[in-house]
C-alpha cells in the first residue's frame, strides 16, 4: 500500500488547535502530514501566540501530489493567497480531497469549489461560503470536501478526515487511544 499523503497548510493566525489537533490524529493513523507555511518563513505565530516550525514552505511542495489538503483556520488570511486558491483548485478539478476548518473554508468558497455543496463554517462567516449549501453538522463532507465548524470541533474533523484516508478500523482505532469515543454519545 502506497503511503497516504497530507499537505497542511498555515499562516500567520491560524488556529493552533486545529493544526495541531488534527496534524497530531492524521499521524496517529500513519498519514504523511507535511506542514507547509505559507508565510516569509517557516515560523509561524499562531493566534494565541504559540509558535510553530512548518516542514517545509508553500514553494516546496509546488508539483508534489498529495491525496489531501487541509486548511486550519484563524484567519481569511489564506484567501490573500493566490498559490493556495489555484492549488485549492487543481486539486478539486483532480477531484482529490479537500479539508478546511473555522474560517479556513472561505479559501474553498474563494476558489469556487463549494457550490451546490454542502458545507459548514466558523459561525458568523457564512458570507465567504461562496454558491454552498448550508450544512448542519459539525462536520460536513459533500463529495470530496470537508468542511468543520470551529476549534472546539476539531478532533471530530481529523478523526473523519482519517476515516476518509485509511478507513473506519483506522479511525476507530485512533478515537479509541485518544478517548474520543468516550465524547461521542
Not at 500500500?1 to 489537533?21: G, P, R, S, W, Y
Not at 478539478?93 to 473554508?105: E, H, S, T
Request: proline fraction near 3%; hydrophobic fraction near 45%; glycine fraction near 12%.
Amino acid at each position: 500500500m502506497t503511503q497516504v499523503k497530507v499537505a497542511l497548510f498555515m499562516i500567520d493566525d491560524f488556529e493552533e488547535t486545529e493544526a495541531v489537533c488534527t496534524v497530531d490524529i492524521l499521524r496517529r493513523a500513519g498519514v504523511e502530514v507535511t506542514t507547509v507555511s505559507l508565510g516569509s518563513g517557516r515560523r509561524l505565530l499562531g493566534r494565541s501566540g504559540i509558535c510553530v516550525e512548518a516542514d517545509a514552505m508553500f514553494d516546496d511542495i509546488v508539483g508534489n501530489e498529495y491525496d489531501m489538503l487541509v486548511i486550519p483556520g484563524g484567519t481569511v488570511a489564506y484567501t490573500e493567497h493566490s498559490g493556495l486558491v489555484d492549488l485549492v483548485r487543481r486539486q478539486n478539478d483532480q477531484g482529490l480531497k479537500l479539508a478546511a476548518i473555522c474560517a479556513a473554508p472561505a479559501v474553498l468558497g474563494t476558489a469556487g469549489v463549494l457550490r451546490d455543496r454542502r458545507a459548514v463554517i466558523y459561525p458568523g462567516m457564512e458570507k465567504w461560503l461562496d454558491g454552498a449549501l448550508p450544512g448542519s453538522g459539525i462536520v460536513e463532507t459533500d463529495g470530496n470536501i470537508t468542511t468543520s465548524k470551529g476549534p472546539g470541533t476539531a478532533v471530530y474533523f481529523a478523526l473523519s478526515l482519517v476515516e476518509q484516508l485509511m478507513g473506519k478500523a483506522s479511525a476507530d482505532k485512533v478515537s479509541e487511544g485518544f478517548l474520543a469515543q468516550k465524547l461521542i454519545t
